[in-house]
């Protein structure tokens, strides 16, 4: 169940502008309520290293990913959850991880497909391509 948890907040960025845009449900709007979708996911890490406590599990890797994603699309947002901060740093900070992420085999964006609305093109290159 928890697992479902993470996927629905994995599916959140991808989803939001794109398949609920008959929803009428944008990025704004999910921006605008992303400390509502944070909140408990910060409570809920407060007390627990990983996911399922003291042992990390694959559903530390998709809670991982959805919340690095958060935090690319809105780090002020993710800033002010100091839990979430505690367990993001914790996971990039495994040796493994770590070696992963200097290798030239990780590559942190594009993040999404290029029809997505957001994760395409970092804000700033999409915001400079609109501009000339």
Same mark, same amino acid.
């Given at each position: 169940?928890?697992?479902?948890?993470?996927w629905q907040l994995y599916l959140m960025l991808?989803?939001?502008? $794109?398949?609920?845009?008959?929803?009428?449900?944008?990025?704004?709007?999910?921006?605008?309520?992303?400390?509502?979708?944070?909140?408990?996911?910060?409570?809920?890490? $407060?007390?627990?290293?990983?996911?399922?406590?003291?042992?990390?599990?694959?559903?530390?890797?998709?809670?991982?990913?959805?919340?690095?994603?958060?935090?690319?699309?809105?780090?002020?947002?993710?800033?002010?959850?100091?839990?979430?901060?505690?367990?993001?740093?914790?996971?990039?900070?495994?040796?493994?991880?770590?070696?992963?992420?200097?290798?030239?085999?990780?590559?942190?964006?594009?993040?999404?497909?290029?029809?997505?609305?957001?994760?395409?093109?970092?804000?700033?290159?999409?915001?400079?391509?609109?501009?000339?």
């Amino acid at each position: 169940m928890l697992e479902q948890r993470v996927w629905q907040l994995y599916l959140m960025l991808p989803c939001s502008g $794109a398949l609920v845009a008959a929803l009428n449900y944008s990025l704004e709007s999910y921006a605008e309520q992303l400390d509502d979708f944070l909140g408990p996911w910060d409570e809920f890490l $407060a007390n627990r290293k990983w996911v399922m406590g003291y042992r990390m599990t694959y559903v530390d890797f998709l809670l991982y990913e959805a919340l690095d994603w958060h935090r690319e699309f809105k780090p002020e947002a993710v800033q002010r959850c100091r839990s979430i901060v505690q367990y993001l740093e914790r996971f990039e900070t495994l040796p493994n991880i770590r070696q992963y992420f200097a290798s030239d085999k990780y590559s942190k964006w594009p993040i999404l497909e290029p029809l997505r609305p957001w994760g395409y093109k970092k804000p700033q290159e999409r915001d400079a391509q609109r501009r000339s």
